[in-house]
């Protein structure tokens, strides 16, 4: 049984920095996505990296500012997020997907695998 659980979540100014961490329980082969939601907004996938470390992948609205990786020995997929601006206050998911060029999200018969999310403010 694969879970994820999303942490690091906060009160920031614009300028500051906050590290997201996605803790992953369970054997898969996957790679994991963050993806974010601000209020009457649709999700969306801002980052992406895969099981291997070969391939990561960033949406234009993050990238040069956040960055992804794997910690293989806390089974974390970690978000540092850099130069926070307010309309990247949302909350932030972590999921399974397969990630390359771009992301899709893993779908095992209609199971897929998400976090509940973690809460970002940017705001002074």
């Known amino acids: 049984q694969v879970e994820l659980v999303e942490s690091g979540g906060g009160l920031v100014h614009p300028g500051g920095s906050l590290k997201l961490s996605c803790t992953v329980s369970?054997?898969?082969?996957?790679?994991v996505a963050w993806f974010r939601q601000a209020p009457g907004k649709e999700r969306e996938g801002i980052s992406c990296?895969?099981?291997?470390?070969?391939?990561?992948w960033y949406d234009d609205s993050v990238k040069g500012r956040f960055t992804i990786s794997n910690d293989h020995g806390k089974n974390t997929v970690d978000l540092q997020m850099n130069d926070l601006k307010p309309e990247d206050t949302a909350v932030y998911f972590c999921?399974?997907?397969?990630?390359?060029?771009?992301?899709?999200?893993?779908?095992?018969?209609?199971?897929?695998?998400w976090g509940k999310g973690t809460q970002v403010t940017v705001s002074s």
């Open positions: 369970g054997l898969h082969s996957y790679g």
């Open positions: 999921a399974l997907v397969f990630c390359g060029d771009t992301y899709y999200i893993v779908d095992e018969d209609g199971r897929e695998y």
């Open positions: 990296t895969d099981d291997t470390d070969t391939h990561t």
